[in-house]
C-alpha cells in the first residue's frame, strides 16, 4: 500500500512527487506514468528549451471560470516558491524578457534534474502503467489496462488534457476524475496554428512578416499581439497567432464568425503608409513597388489584394484611392479564418474539470476525501510564455505537500 499515488508522470505529477515524498520523509509515494519514462512532454517544451515560468504571473494571463481559485494557489506556491524549488535542484534561471528558461537552454536538464530530485526522495516510479479506471473502497484502487491493481491511502490525478497526444495526453483520463462526481467545463485547442484563407497565404508559404495581429469575433476586436507571424499553407502561426488562438477556437465552438488583420506597420498611421506609398518611386513596377518595406511576396500579394493590375505594369497606373486602399490594407490586411489546427498541434487545453470541486488551499476535492488534481487537466490555461508550467508547478506543489499532511493527519 503507498501512502500517495499519483497518476501521470509530467511537469504537475513530478513536482507533485517531489513536494509529497520530501515533506513525508519516510513515506511511500508512487508515480505511475503511461509512457516508457516520465518528463516526456516536458522535453519538448519550449522548442526544447524549456519555457519554466514568467517573471511577471499576474491573474490576466491565466484563463478560468474560476480565477480567484488560482489567486490563491499562487499565494500557496508563487514564482518565488518555484526559484527556489528550482535552484534546490541545481537550475539557474536565464531570462528572455519576461519569460524564465533554465541556464541551460535545454529541457533535458529540467527532467534531469527533477528525476534526480525524486529519486534522492525515494519515490517509485512505475512507468508503461495506462491507468484506466480509479475506485474507492477504504483506499483508492488504480487499474492499468493491463489489469496491474495499486492501492494508495491517498492519490493525485495529474494526467494533464487533451493536447498534444503524442505525448500520452489524448484526454482518455477526464473520465476517471467524473466517475467521482467532478464536471467538466467546454475544452479546446489552446495555443495552436490558425485556419483559413489558404488562397491568400499559400502564395506566402514559409514568409515571416512582423506586425500585430488583431483577432474580431462577430465584427468585434477581441486582441492585439504583436511579433513575428509565420505564413502557412493552411493559414497562419507564430507566436502572436498562439496568444490569440484560444479566442478563435472559443468562437469556432459558439459558431461566430472570426477573422484576422495584420497591421504590417504598426508604427506608422495609415496616413503616414499613404504618404510613404505616395513618395515612392513610379517607375518601379508593380511586383517591387514596394521592394524594401516588405517581403517581395507580401508586397505582390498586397498588390493583388487591392487591384487587377498585371504586376508588369509601372506604379504609375496606381489611381489615387488605390493607393490609400493600399494604405489601409497595409495596417488592416483581413484574413477569413475558419477554426484552429487540431489536438496533435496544439500546446495547451483550455478548460478542463472545473475547480469548484476542490479546496483552493490543498487541491483536494470536495467530493472524495483524498483525493487531489493538479495541472492542465483542471480548468486552467495560461498564455504562451512559461504561465501553464507555472500553473503546473504551482498546482503539483501545493497538491504533493497536501497530500503528505493529509497522511501525517491520518
Ligand atoms: C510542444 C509543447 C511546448 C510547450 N512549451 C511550453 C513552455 O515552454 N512553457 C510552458 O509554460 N508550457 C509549455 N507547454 C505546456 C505545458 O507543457 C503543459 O501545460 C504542462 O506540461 C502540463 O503539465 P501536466 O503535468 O498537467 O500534464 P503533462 O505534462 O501533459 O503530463 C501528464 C502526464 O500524464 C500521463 N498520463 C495521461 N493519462 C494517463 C493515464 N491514464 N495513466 C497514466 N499516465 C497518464 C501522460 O503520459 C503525461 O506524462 C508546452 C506544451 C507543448 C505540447
Redo the contacts with the bound molecule.
Keep these: 500500500m503507498y501512502d500517495v499515488a499519483i497518476?501521470?508522470?509530467?511537469?504537475?505529477?513530478i513536482c507533485a512527487a517531489i513536494h509529497a515524498a520530501e515533506n513525508l520523509k519516510n513515506g511511500k509515494v508512487v508515480i505511475?506514468?503511461?509512457?516508457q519514462r516520465?518528463?516526456?512532454?516536458?522535453l519538448?517544451?519550449?522548442?526544447g528549451?524549456?519555457?519554466?515560468?514568467n517573471m511577471d504571473i499576474s491573474l490576466n494571463h491565466f484563463h478560468t471560470q474560476n480565477p480567484g481559485f488560482v489567486k490563491n494557489i499562487f499565494e500557496n506556491f508563487g514564482f518565488d516558491d518555484t526559484k527556489n524549488f528550482f535552484s534546490e535542484s541545481g537550475i539557474i534561471y536565464y531570462n528572455e524578457g519576461n519569460k524564465v528558461f533554465p541556464n541551460s537552454l535545454q529541457a533535458a536538464s529540467v527532467v534531469d534534474m527533477l528525476r534526480f530530485r525524486a529519486t534522492e526522495a525515494n519515490v517509485e516510479e512505475i512507468c508503461n502503467?495506462?491507468?484506466?479506471s480509479v475506485e474507492y473502497k477504504n483506499c483508492f484502487l488504480i487499474k492499468?489496462k493491463d489489469g496491474k491493481l495499486i492501492s494508495s491511502k491517498t492519490l493525485i490525478f495529474?494526467?494533464?488534457?487533451k493536447?498534444?497526444p503524442q505525448?500520452?495526453?489524448?484526454g482518455?483520463?477526464y473520465d476517471?476524475l467524473k466517475v467521482f462526481g467532478h464536471r467538466m467545463t467546454h475544452i479546446f485547442p489552446s495555443?495552436v496554428q490558425l485556419v483559413g484563407d489558404s488562397k491568400k497565404t499559400v502564395p506566402l508559404k514559409g514568409v515571416k512578416v512582423n506586425g500585430n495581429i488583431s483577432v474580431f469575433v462577430d465584427d468585434v476586436n477581441m486582441k492585439t499581439d504583436s511579433g513575428e507571424v509565420l505564413f502557412t499553407e493552411y493559414g497562419v502561426s507564430g507566436p502572436p497567432v498562439f496568444q490569440i488562438s484560444r479566442i478563435v477556437s472559443e468562437a469556432v465552438v459558439l459558431k461566430k464568425k472570426c477573422y484576422i488583420t495584420l497591421d504590417l506597420l504598426p508604427s506608422y498611421s495609415e496616413n503616414e503608409v499613404y504618404s510613404l506609398l505616395k513618395s515612392r518611386n513610379k517607375n518601379l513596377t508593380l511586383d517591387v513597388f514596394t521592394n524594401g518595406l516588405f517581403n517581395k511576396a507580401v508586397g505582390r500579394e498586397l498588390i493583388k489584394t487591392v487591384t487587377d493590375y498585371k504586376l508588369n505594369l509601372k506604379a504609375n497606373v496606381l489611381k489615387d484611392e488605390e493607393l490609400k486602399k493600399l494604405s489601409k490594407t497595409v495596417k488592416e490586411w483581413k484574413f477569413d479564418i475558419h477554426g484552429t489546427k487540431g489536438w496533435e498541434s496544439?500546446?495547451?487545453t483550455a478548460g478542463g474539470i472545473k475547480l469548484d470541486n476542490f479546496n483552493c488551499n490543498s487541491m483536494e476535492s470536495k467530493l472524495c476525501e483524498g483525493l487531489f488534481a493538479?495541472?492542465?487537466?483542471l480548468d486552467v490555461?495560461?498564455d504562451c510564455?512559461?504561465?501553464?508550467?507555472?500553473?503546473?508547478w504551482s498546482s503539483?506543489a501545493v497538491a504533493g505537500k497536501s497530500a503528505a499532511q493529509k497522511i501525517k493527519g491520518m
Design positions: 497518476i501521470g508522470g509530467g511537469a504537475s505529477g505511475l506514468e503511461k509512457n516520465t518528463g516526456k512532454k516536458l519538448t517544451t519550449g522548442n528549451r524549456c519555457n519554466l515560468t502503467f495506462n491507468c484506466v492499468s495529474a494526467c494533464g488534457g493536447a498534444a505525448s500520452g495526453t489524448d482518455s483520463s476517471i495555443l496544439a500546446q495547451v493538479c495541472g492542465e487537466v490555461d495560461g510564455g512559461g504561465f501553464n508550467l507555472q500553473w503546473a503539483g
